[in-house]
């Protein structure tokens, strides 16, 4: 199996806070007047719904994939458990 489940989490954080950072940085330094601020602020706000909600879906398939290899290795294991109780019987 592989990690990317915590990598999912920590990307999101990491980008929430990049993008409160950023945002705070570009209204202190920004030579904009306030409706350039604000549609600034909307586009960028927009941005990010659009990558938080595709770093969702991705982890969404991430973990789709790893309860898919864990039922399989599951099922893989009854069946070799079934098997060796036939054998010891028999």
Do not use: H
């Not at 950023?22 to 209204?27: E, K, P, Q, W």
């Not at 350039?36 to 770093?55: I, M, Y």
Request: no cysteine; glycine share 8%.
């Amino acid at each position: 199996m592989s990690d990317d489940s915590g990598n999912a989490g920590k990307i999101l954080t990491a980008f929430v806070f990049g993008a409160a950072v950023g945002a705070a940085v570009a209204l202190l330094f920004a030579p904009a007047t306030g409706k350039d601020t604000r549609e600034f602020l909307t586009e960028k706000a927009r941005e990010g719904r659009e990558k938080a909600t595709e770093a969702a879906r991705q982890a969404r398939e991430v973990l789709a994939r790893q309860r898919e290899t864990l039922s399989s290795a599951i099922e893989r294991g009854r069946d070799a458990y079934r098997e060796a109780r036939e054998k010891e019987s028999a």
